[in-house]
């Protein structure tokens, strides 16, 4: 489980659709259970799934150094933004402010990286610009500063630097490792970290209700097992400001499965903001000529022209 199956040009598309659902099952989840609460049985049902699969398989462990950096690069990308972002919700933060706030870890990624030497094209911070640009016009028709607090901009900034360190962190030190026993360290450090707030905070109570279940059942098997191999797989092929360029295309199509599902209806200004975004995503991940499909130029070592500091 190393290799992934080659999903080729529908990866990208998948992670993103599965990804969106994610918003989805927090809007069905939250008025039933308490954000850190259900975060904390999401972490518990992953580890103890991906734990079993890879002791029927025998999988390989990571070990010494590489087992710390799978842990920390984890608690970025899982209990840092999910834990910032369901709190920033869950306090009574607009979500629409939430996601504007996230969708800047496009822009985030290109800035670190040209902070530590890594050649970003013009084109790619060109287009890193304009898809952040649709992503605000996607948001606008939903943007409210009701419920806006300093509390809540924290959280959703610490969102967005957790799964921007911990995506780049993966990237850099630990890019490839069994996707089993990876999401198990990860899903145990997640578990350490989110714990003591959960317990100081929040009551554990929770309604199991069809729809919560069906919520924790998505969210592990989709979300979290599926959605996050699928972008594993993609950082150790690609880019980091590639890959996560596509993120821009989730407001927009979380927009479309609540208009499909809930009948919220489409604003125009939002149908230009997904046509923006679609072309800014199109200027980042365009391949340039000369350039294998690894992202490193032709005559140049992969490896070396990958980011120097994955998920």
């Known amino acids: 489980m190393n290799r992934l199956p080659k999903l080729g040009a529908a990866a990208p598309f998948a992670m993103v659709g599965i990804m969106s659902s994610g918003f989805l099952v927090s809007q069905l989840a939250t ?42 690069s984890g608690t970025g990308i899982h209990a840092g933004y999910l834990g910032g972002m369901w709190l920033a919700v869950a306090g009574g933060m607009p979500s629409s402010v939430v996601a504007l706030v996230t969708n800047l870890q496009p822009v985030l990624t290109g800035i670190a990286l040209a902070a530590v030497g890594a050649r970003v094209s013009a084109r790619a911070a060109t287009g890193l610009v304009i898809g952040f640009g649709g992503v605000a016009l996607v948001v606008a028709a939903r943007l409210s500063t009701d419920g806006v607090t300093a509390s809540g901009i924290g959280l959703a900034v ?107 209806p489409i604003a125009p200004v939002t149908a230009l903001g997904i046509v923006v975004t679609m072309a800014g995503v199109v200027l980042v991940t365009a391949r340039p000529a000369g350039e294998r499909p690894g992202g490193a130029p032709s005559g140049q070592d992969a490896q070396t022209a990958a980011v120097p500091v994955e998920a």
């Open 31 to 72: 008025p039933h259970v308490e954000p850190l609460t259900f975060l904390l049985l999401r972490y518990a049902a992953v580890l103890v799934l991906m734990l079993a699969l890879a002791l029927a398989a025998r999988a390989a462990w990571p070990r010494g150094r590489q087992l710390l950096h799978v842990a920390v």
């Open 158 to 264: 610490l969102a967005l630097l957790s799964v921007t360190a911990g995506t780049l962190y993966q990237k850099a030190l630990c890019p490839a490792f069994d996707l089993r026993t990876g999401q198990v360290v990860q899903s145990a450090a997640c578990i350490a970290v989110t714990a003591p707030f959960a317990i100081t905070s929040e009551s554990f109570h929770v309604e199991w209700t069809v729809t919560v279940a069906s919520a924790l059942m998505w969210a592990v098997g989709v979300n979290t097992v599926a959605g996050m191999s699928i972008l594993y797989g993609m950082l150790r092929r690609g880019s980091a400001e590639r890959v996560t360029s596509y993120f821009y295309l989730t407001p927009a199509v979380t927009t479309v499965l609540a208009a499909v599902l809930f009948g919220e």
